[in-house]
């Protein structure tokens, strides 16, 4: 399976490119597995921003990044369970977080 990853700024310098494209093995995976594959084929990415480990009961993602798929914004609530599959778009925002002094 392939999916697509679109990355915010500033997560796209760990990976030195603002899209990237990832083969998976299986034909579909969670959120964490991409991330992982993610992570292993850019291990920059995973120094400055993880690691994000995929064990069950774990919540990887949950606080570290907003994610949408195929456009659609992904409630953290749906994270854990949410699978994709071949040909997915991806995109991953820091959260930012801001107010007035």
């Known amino acids: 399976m ?8 500033p997560l796209w310098r760990a990976v ?16 964490a597995e991409v991330i992982a594959v993610l992570e292993a084929a850019y291990p920059r990415f995973r120094a400055e ?8 009961g774990d919540d990887p993602i949950l606080g570290r990044f907003v994610v949408f798929v195929d456009d659609q914004l992904v409630q953290a609530s749906e994270l854990p369970a949410l699978r994709v599959r071949d040909g997915a778009a991806l995109m991953l925002v820091s959260p930012m977080a801001g107010g007035a002094v």
């Open 16 to 31: 030195g490119e603002r899209s990237v494209a990832l083969d998976l093995p299986r034909p579909e995976a969670t959120i």
């Open 2 to 9: 392939r999916v697509t990853i679109r990355l915010g700024e």
């Open 49 to 56: 921003w993880g690691p994000h480990t995929v064990e069950a």
